[in-house]
Nanobody, 125 residues
Framework: QVQLIESGGGSVQTGGSLRLSCTASGLTGSYAVGWIRQAPGKEREFVSAIRWQTGATHYGDSLKGRFTMTRDRAKNTVYLQMNSLKPEDTAVYYC???????????????????WGQGTQVTVSS
């Protein structure tokens, strides 16, 4: 049974940092784990993803440099370190799986077929 459990959300002020965690279980085969966020009234936005087998990472435009995604294979956990947070980063952050990813699909939110429950990140000015 596939499970993705996020943690680490919260409220910070502009310029602050948060680290999100996503612990996965039941994942097999070739897959990527991604972070996708959704702000109220807005569409889902790709944040980052990591191809589990290779560790290759991908980031959404304008996020690289502030956000860093890593994985701990022994713990089956991925992390999203978010620095220099801005109010526009406020959203629910979801961890999600993409099966058989290729480079051109890593940023495609519709390709993620299994999602965690999400964790709220709120950045105040």
């Amino acid at each position: 049974q596939v499970q993705l459990i996020e943690s680490g959300g919260g409220s910070v002020q502009t310029g602050g940092s948060l680290r999100l965690s996503c612990t996965a279980s039941g994942l097999t085969g070739s897959y990527a784990v991604g972070w996708i966020r959704q702000a109220p009234g807005k569409e889902r936005e790709f944040v980052s993803a990591i191809r589990w087998q290779t560790g290759a990472t991908h980031y959404g435009d304008s996020l690289k440099g502030r956000f860093t995604m890593t994985r701990d294979r022994a713990k089956n956990t991925v992390y999203l370190q978010m620095n220099s947070l801005k109010p526009e980063d406020t959203a629910v952050y979801y961890c999600a799986r993409q099966l058989n990813p290729i480079t051109s699909t890593m940023r495609a939110t519709y390709r993620y077929d299994f999602w965690g429950q999400g964790t709220q990140v709120t950045v105040s000015s």
